[in-house]
């Protein structure tokens, strides 16, 4: 990863080169060898893992959505659409609000919804540094807790907890009672996870406290007291891998408004 000119980077820049720079890498390197004849990368996203995967996650976490007609769903982080075309193409009745930081992503997904004619059916829209900013975006659509779910895939692990917790009172505020989150965010008590934690530790040390592409770590622990406390009722989906996959229902609306009365959000 390359760092920008600036001594501090947002989350948005650090996204933005990675694309440019470190993605093109990855893509021509893999791409060149022979044994990945069959599994060549053709959109950002395809070097963390293809289709079967992605689809494989979606069936392990997303909630049994059949009775309901239209569906809103807000998706954080999403990057080149890995997701987002599958969750496009199981949903015929879904709009997808599509929250990024950087700006050649979403161009990036603009072009590939266009290509697959699903751009009618996602709103896509870069986020900026103001924490009421999707609350805002939600409400101006008339969509004042008309969300069914809040998700985000591979993205929250590279959040601080602040951010994070800032994404969680979003989704307590805009889910319709009985919506939900799903996520995964980096378990470093796990298994995979505390290996990760261990090799990777040493390579990032210098970028310390700035934005960058490293993972930041949590636990289920840490999730459930916070989402717990904003009124979730969180069921943990992670067995035997790296990350701490959730899904958690939004059964007390009630409690997020009062916590973020406190915290000065937009109720
Ligand atoms: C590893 S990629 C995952 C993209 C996509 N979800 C996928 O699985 O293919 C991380 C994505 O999260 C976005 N991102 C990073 N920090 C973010 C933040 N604080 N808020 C929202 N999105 C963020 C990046 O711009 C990038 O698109």
Known sequence: MENSKKDNPSYGEVWDLYLTNRYEQI?????RLPENRNSKINFPGDEWGGVSKVN???????????QVDELNFVEIGSGGGRYTVQIIDRYPKATVHAFDVSSRY????????????????VRLTQLNENP???IDCLDNLGLKRQIDVFYSFDAMVHVDLQTLTTYFMTAA???????AIVMNVADATSDKGLEKLFVSSRRVFAEQGRCSAKFLWYSPDIVSS???HLGFCVVFLNEGSRDCYFKATLVDPQKA????????FKT
């Open 173 to 179: 505020l805009t889910l319709s009672k009985g919506g």
């Open 132 to 134: 009421d900013f999707i």
């Open 257 to 264: 408004e009062v916590i973020a009365g406190r915290a000065g």
């Open 56 to 66: 494989t996650i979606l069936d392990e976490t997303f909630p049994d959505l059949s």
């Open 106 to 121: 979403l161009d990036v997904l603009g072009r590939r919804l266009i290509e697959n004619s699903m751009d009618d059916r």
């Open 27 to 31: 893509r021509q390197k893999r791409n």
């Open 226 to 228: 916070i989402l717990e």
